[in-house]
């Protein structure tokens, strides 16, 4: 099974800062099956990035994901306040796997 | 508009089963897939397997070890997620989530989770 790493664990950054959160994959993510979830306390996750870095309908074009094979990366160029929240990365395709989460908060 | 809407809370035995419902509209519920994911108290996601609506073909987690079973029934576009010998462990948030469908190079995949339920917490205590 591919075991995904998420760094860091906790990211804190002030309102308007670039934010750069990694997912490494214990072996290739098949052609680039990997997605970016958002999620804030109480609410279901909501679908960011798949496919390494197509944004899902209607996210803001300051998220962006970038990477293939082992390691991949999400981006949020400039931090609006609604941003801080967890975030995870996922593996799907035939099986899934999500990372154990990057809380992003505010600082 | 697209929802996914699950079944009310439930508490249970160890030991018991439960079935969470999650019942589908504003999509024809046969092209897609569903998955279903969990959330410990205060943990991460956790994948649980998925099905396709149609076909009924599925991939569960090992992790379930063979206790779990995922159903649709196409009449009603309803997906259903049962999981048996319930243990404490399995106290969670449990959500459904609608994914697409297609063809890879092993054969039958699953994409992303674009539109999810609101979440079914499970309590397993005694």
């Known amino acids: 099974d591919i075991v995904l790493t998420q760094s860091p664990g906790t990211l804190s950054l002030s309102p308007g800062e670039r934010a750069t959160l990694s997912c490494r994959a214990s072996?290739?993510?098949?052609?680039?099956?990997l997605a970016w979830y958002q999620q804030k306390p109480g609410q279901a996750p909501r679908l960011l990035i798949y496919g390494a870095s197509t944004r899902a309908t209607g996210i803001p074009g300051r998220f962006s994901g970038s990477g293939s094979g082992t390691d991949f990366t999400l981006t949020i160029s400039r931090l609006e306040p609604e941003d801080f929240a967890v975030y995870y990365c996922q593996q799907y395709g035939s099986w899934g796997t999500f990372g154990q989460g990057t809380r992003l908060e505010i600082k | 508009q697209i929802q996914l809407v699950q079944s009310g809370a439930e508490v249970k035995k160890p030991g018991a089963s439960v079935k969470v419902s999650c019942k589908t509209s504003?999509?024809?519920?046969?092209?897609?897939?569903i998955s279903w994911v969990r959330q410990a108290p205060g943990q991460g996601l956790e994948w649980l397997g998925w099905i396709a609506a149609d076909s009924g073909y599925s991939n569960y987690a090992q992790k379930l070890e063979g206790r779990g079973t995922m159903t649709t029934d196409t009449s009603t576009s309803t997906a259903y997620m049962e999981l048996r010998s319930l243990r404490s462990d399995d106290t969670a948030v449990y959500f459904c989530a609608r994914g697409s469908l297609f063809y890879c190079t092993t054969g039958v995949c699953y994409g992303p989770e674009d539109y999810w339920g609101q979440g079914t917490l499970v309590t397993v205590s005694s």
């Open positions: 504003g999509f024809t519920f046969t092209s897609y897939t």
């Open positions: 072996q290739s993510v098949s052609s680039s099956f």
